[in-house]
């Protein structure tokens, strides 16, 4: 069946450490893919998304790497601060119906101080 | 991006009542919303496509009569929980798009909690 599904639950990093979140989706016919932020008891932040004509974009200390072949997708954030503790989703449309976003699981990013 | 507004932001009921929650797209016209359903440490979990004009389509095993939705205007939907539950305590969120195949812009959520 279709579905995104994330590999770890929870990433404790330490502040100033680099961040890597991944997400493996298993419908090929994908082709965007968007990373979203969820702060405690607020809606998803939209952060980066990536089409798949690209393997890599980069935004503002966040990299998303798409590797098609494998169905991988990953977060990486640099230099990871207080600020990024949240959930992180990894989402993509299915456009086989009506295109409804597809979420994944979600990661819990704690950064220690 | 867009600027959606949800309310309330948060909200309980007692078991049996109904509670309505609004989603305003306060930038953009927008003839499809989305409404989300996201229990404690889960996904976000669709529960129904909101057409402006037209009747709402629900996922699979969302109850059509329990949550009605409805979507007079290009710039507000609402999502109705008749006869609450404790079960259906939730956190309830809605999301528009710009365009298909655009990023989703997220209301603030609503907490519902039903005693």
């Known amino acids: 069946g279709e579905s995104v599904g994330l590999h770890l639950p929870t990433l404790s990093v330490q502040e100033g450490d680099n961040s890597i979140i991944n997400c493996a989706y298993s419908?090929?016919?994908?082709?965007?893919f968007i990373w979203y932020k969820q702060e405690s008891g607020k809606g998803p932040q939209f952060i980066i998304d990536?089409?798949?004509?690209?393997d890599k974009r980069q935004g503002q200390r966040v990299t998303v790497l798409l590797n098609k072949t494998v169905k991988h997708l990953s977060l990486q954030i640099a230099a990871t601060q207080p600020g990024d503790s949240a959930v992180y989703f990894c989402?993509?449309?299915?456009?086989?119906?009506?295109?409804?976003?597809?979420f994944g699981q979600g990661t819990t990013l704690q950064v220690k101080p | 991006g867009a600027v959606v507004s949800q309310h309330p932001s948060r909200v309980i009921c007692k078991s049996g009542t109904s509670v309505k929650i609004e989603c305003r797209s306060l930038?953009?016209?927008?003839?499809?919303m989305f409404w989300y359903r996201q229990f404690p440490k889960q996904s976000l979990m669709l529960m129904a496509t909101?057409?402006?004009?037209?009747?709402?389509?629900?996922e699979q095993g969302v109850e059509k009569d329990k949550f009605l939705i409805n979507h007079a205007s290009l710039t507000l939907s609402t999502l109705t929980v008749t006869s609450a539950h404790p079960e259906d305590s939730s956190f309830y969120i809605c999301?528009?798009?710009?365009?298909?195949?655009?990023?989703?812009?997220f209301g603030q959520g609503t907490r519902l909690t039903v005693v």
């Open positions: 909101s057409n402006e004009g037209s009747k709402a389509t629900y």
């Open positions: 990536i089409r798949s004509n690209m």
């Open positions: 930038d953009f016209q927008a003839t499809t």
């Open positions: 989402a993509y449309f299915d456009y086989s119906n009506t295109g409804k976003l597809i």
């Open positions: 419908n090929s016919a994908s082709d965007y």
């Open positions: 999301s528009v798009h710009k365009m298909m195949n655009t990023e989703a812009f």
